[in-house]
Each structure stands twice: as C-alpha cells, then as structure tokens.
C-alpha cells in the first residue's frame, strides 16, 4: 500500500511539473457534474495515467467520450 501511496505521489508531483497545476478533481464540459454513474466524468486518475506507466491505458482512452461509454469501459476497468 506505501509503495502504491508513494507512486501516485510521484506521479501527480511529474503531472505538476508537467502542467504547473494540479489534475482536476472531475471534469464535465457538458456540465453540473452529478453524483451519477453517467455523463463526463473525466477525473484526476485518468489525467495522471501517462505518469503512472500507464501511457499505453491511456492512449487507448477516448477523451471526447465519456468515462461511463462503451469504448472506454475497458479502459475504466
């Protein structure tokens, strides 16, 4: 668990370093975010992926979808 703790870490310090700010908490373009499984709902996780080792997930994520459609299930699991 420390170690996992230490890579999310590192990997939202390199986002930092990256961007000068931090991922947002949740993201919707379309709107009021709702306390639903459905809409937008990009968050901090899928912004960090690429500094997670994980560029490959990421790559594979449609940013112009959804975090609930279809083609980013496979992503989100």
Not at 3 to 8: F, G, K, S, T, V
Not at 11 to 22: I, N, Q
Not at 35 to 61: C, M, Y
Request: charged share 15%; glycine share 6%; aromatic share 10%.
């Amino acid at each position: 668990c420390k170690n996992n703790l230490r890579q999310i870490g590192v990997a939202v310090a390199s986002y930092y370093d990256s961007f000068a700010m931090l991922p947002a908490g949740c993201v919707n373009p379309r709107g009021p975010i709702a306390k639903r499984p459905a809409g937008f709902h990009h968050n901090w996780v899928w912004a960090i992926l690429p500094h997670l080792d994980q560029a490959a997930a990421s790559r594979k994520l449609d940013q112009n979808l959804g975090s609930y459609d279809p083609a980013n299930r496979a992503v989100a699991k």
